[in-house]
């Protein structure tokens, strides 16, 4: 067992590569039972660990230590065995079993006679990629993915079968289903497999239940119980998109769950230091305006983000004040706040004193638009509470406004890798040397990038085939086959197919997060340790090989 290579994935995440799924097992559970300095997150997958730090002096040191970890001693993970009962009644399992020559019945049985090992979460909570004893059951995915995929199928993809914890979409083959619940907020582990587990099929004539339609559960808020909220806001128009977020749920990448969290981070930061809250405290993050919310009992608001008019009325509907952005402003029970348009920017970010009070998901309060996790968006009528302002942070004063999006084109700071070596020199300059215009497809999972029309052309490939899956960070740009690269944001999957050539980094996240549709962005190639621009970008590489 052994590293193969580091790779920088960002100036604060390593690509860690490895020769084997035993290499994989052993240096994911090493890093899970001592973790290294700073380390918010270790991502298994087929044949890489990606770990992400805090900081970029913890990421260097970091590499500097993993470089001498020895795995060859390393004792074999040892993980629970579970037992999933099967109906093999799939739609596909005809397919398979003329894709593997075995038939439907060799399907069968020997999806059944070998053990499965979970070598790594992502795609959804609770989705664990199974590796099995042998290759027998290897087929492509489906040419054209399905729109809906029943949760609780039981599927092959390559050369790993899987459970759906979830309706979504989805390309892999169906062989049968299964009423095992793989995601249960209820219990002490959330996922029925985690990394390292292996798992036995077994086939059966019929389930004890139905599988679910959706294992997830989002967490409850005061919605429903509208005389149970003293002091909070109302929601009398939410626009076009608005989301309970705070920091985020870090740390449970391997679980299949995202960071999630505001996806501008540093302006919902500004808007809790405004109000009086520590950083961490629920904000409501609103697309494009639209947003009109009453006071139950008095508040303290502060709104930022995206340059928006805000306009205070009062209970009869007349117009009281005009407030200024990035300050704070009392909100007396009963008037109403609207956040306009924003003339510049996408997401505005409002925060009360005292934080919004809805319940913890995985320790967090923020919505995550992929998974499901957290509160459900807000809607017209639903009623937030706000807790009791206990912070001895007092309330801020005015500042500039944090927007770094240019009223032209934004300057995104980008590190190469980690999988630059997928893409010619030339590639790097055409990333670099024209502008990306921000597609309307573009979501809280990732901005959409297209050349800008009638100048620019799509990054191509020097190599073809599959990357297997593996950790990506938010930031990342991934380049599909069509050469349109997709910038990760706060939603983003945990593991990706999709080679990166680059990464935005940390520090320009917010700033990509706010450029709105038809927006156009530059990219500058800077140095992973420095974060200084690099002359020659398409001449330098970020990957740095190990001798096995």
Known sequence: MSITGIRWAGPRALLVELADLNSVLAFHQRVQAAPLPGQLDAIAAAATVLVKFASQAQARWARAAVEQFQLEGARKVGGREVTIEVVYDGEDLAEVGRLTGLGADGVVA????????????????????????????????????????????????????????????????????????????????????????????????????????????????????????????????????????????????????????????????QANRLAGNGPAAAVVENLLGGLTVRAMGDQVAAVTGAAAPLEVRSAEGGVLRRPDPCAPFALLDGESLTVGAPARGLRTYLAVRGGFDVPLVLGSRSTDTMSGLGPAPLATGTRVPVAPA?????????????????????ELRVTLGPREDWFPEEAVQVLTQQQWQVSDQSNRIGVRLVPDPGHGRPLERNRTGELASEGAVAGALQVPPSGHPVIFLADHPITGGYPVIAVVIPEDLPAAAQVPPGGRVRFTVVDSATLEPLAQAANDTISERIPS
């Open 110 to 269: 020997a999806h059944t006679g070998q053990l499965w090992t979970a070598a790594f979460g992502g795609f959804a909570p609770g989705f664990a990629y199974l590796v099995g004893g042998n290759n027998s059951l290897s087929v492509p995915r489906r040419p054209t993915p399905r729109t809906a995929v029943p949760a609780g199928s039981v599927a092959l993809g390559g050369e790993f079968s899987a459970v759906y914890p979830r309706q979504s979409p989805g390309g892999w083959q169906l062989i049968g289903r299964t009423s095992a619940v793989m995601w249960d907020l209820e219990r002490e582990q959330p996922a029925l497999i985690r990394p390292g587990d292996t798992v036995r099929y077994v086939a059966v004539d019929s389930l004890t239940e139905p599988p679910g339609t959706a294992l997830i559960s989002t967490g409850e808020t005061d919605a429903d119980r509208p005389d149970a909220v003293r002091s909070g806001l109302e929601i009398l128009q939410p626009g076009l998109q608005s989301l309970l977020q705070d920091l985020g749920r870090p740390g449970l990448g391997d679980l299949g769950v995202s960071a999630s969290g505001a996806a501008d981070q540093q302006s919902a930061r």
């Open 390 to 410: 206990t912070e001895r942070t007092a309330v801020g004063h005015p500042e500039p406004s944090a927007l770094r999006v240019a009223a032209g084109t934004t």
